[in-house]
C-alpha cells in the first residue's frame, strides 16, 4: 500500500533557528515523487518542494531543503533561518504511480514560529 | 504557475441543499483536481476531471454525491449534493503546473463549507 506518514503533530522552533519536520513514505513502485505544502490559517495549499526518487541530490529552494534518504524511504523538510510566517500547517504528499497524477497527503504538521 | 480562483470563498448552507463550488484558471490545464479536507484532517482526493470526459472518482465519492463538470480547459464545477453537516470541509481545486521538472499540483485558495 501507498501511504505517507507524519508524526509530528506539532512543531515550534524559535524565529531564525533551523527545523526538521519528517516525512516517511512507504511505496512499492521504483519511480514517484515526493512534494511538501504549506497550509496557512487562510487555507490555501502553497507549493514549497519537490524530490524525484531518481534524484542524485537533495532538492532546494531558498530556506526550504529536502534531506532525501531513500533507503530509509524518508524525505524530511528543513526549513533554514525560520520566520514568523513560516507557522503554518505541513503537508507532505507522494505523488503515485499509475496516471493521473494523484497525491497522496500525509496528516501534517502543524509548525509554530516563536519570537 | 498558474493563476487558481474559486468561487464561493465560504459559505454556510442548511442540510438538504446543494452547493456549486467553481474553480477558474488563467491559462489552458489538461487535469483539474478536486479535494476535501475535513476539519483538522488531511486532503483526501474527490476526482480528476479532465476536459471533454467523465470525472474519475476515488473510492469512497460518487457522481451523485459530488457532481463534476469541466465544460472547458480552465473552468470545472464541484457540487456537493444533499448536503449533511458531515459535509463541513475545506473543498479546493487544483491543477497540473510544471515546477522542478515535473508535473506538479497547484492548489486554489479553497472554498470553506459549514453545513447546519
Known amino acids: 500500500a501507498q501511504k505517507i506518514t507524519q508524526t509530528q503533530p506539532g512543531m515550534f522552533v524559535q524565529e531564525k533557528e533551523a527545523v526538521t519536520l519528517d516525512c516517511t513514505y512507504d511505496t512499492s513502485d521504483p519511480s514517484y515523487g515526493l512534494f511538501w505544502y504549506k497550509q496557512p490559517s487562510s487555507g490555501e495549499m502553497i507549493f514549497l518542494i519537490y524530490?524525484?526518487?531518481?534524484?542524485?541530490q537533495n532538492a532546494t529552494e531558498g530556506r526550504y531543503s529536502l534531506n532525501f534518504q531513500k533507503a530509509r524511504k524518508s524525505a524530511n523538510l528543513v526549513i533554514s533561518a525560520s520566520q514568523l510566517g513560516d507557522s503554518a500547517m505541513y503537508f507532505c504528499?507522494?505523488?503515485?504511480?499509475?496516471?493521473?497524477?494523484?497525491?497522496?497527503f500525509g496528516a501534517g504538521t502543524r509548525l509554530a514560529v516563536h519570537p | 504557475s498558474a493563476v487558481i480562483s474559486q468561487k464561493p470563498s465560504r459559505d454556510i448552507c442548511q442540510r438538504g441543499t446543494s452547493l456549486t463550488i467553481q474553480c477558474q484558471v488563467d491559462?489552458?490545464?489538461?487535469?483539474m483536481f478536486w479535494y476535501r479536507q475535513q476539519p483538522g484532517q488531511s486532503l483526501t482526493l474527490i476526482a480528476t476531471a479532465n476536459q471533454g470526459s467523465e470525472a474519475t472518482y476515488e473510492s469512497g465519492f460518487v457522481i451523485d454525491k459530488f457532481p463534476i463538470s469541466r465544460p472547458n480547459l480552465t473552468f470545472s464545477t464541484l457540487t456537493v449534493s444533499n448536503m449533511s453537516p458531515e459535509d463541513s470541509s475545506i473543498y479546493l481545486c487544483?491543477?497540473?503546473?510544471?515546477?522542478?521538472?515535473?508535473?506538479?499540483?497547484?492548489f486554489g485558495p479553497g472554498t470553506r463549507l459549514t453545513v447546519l
Open positions: 504528499a507522494m505523488r503515485v504511480s499509475g496516471g493521473y497524477n494523484k497525491l497522496i
Open positions: 524530490q524525484g526518487s531518481y534524484d542524485q
Open positions: 491559462s489552458q490545464v489538461t487535469m
Open positions: 487544483s491543477v497540473l503546473g510544471l515546477a522542478g521538472g515535473t508535473d506538479t499540483q497547484y
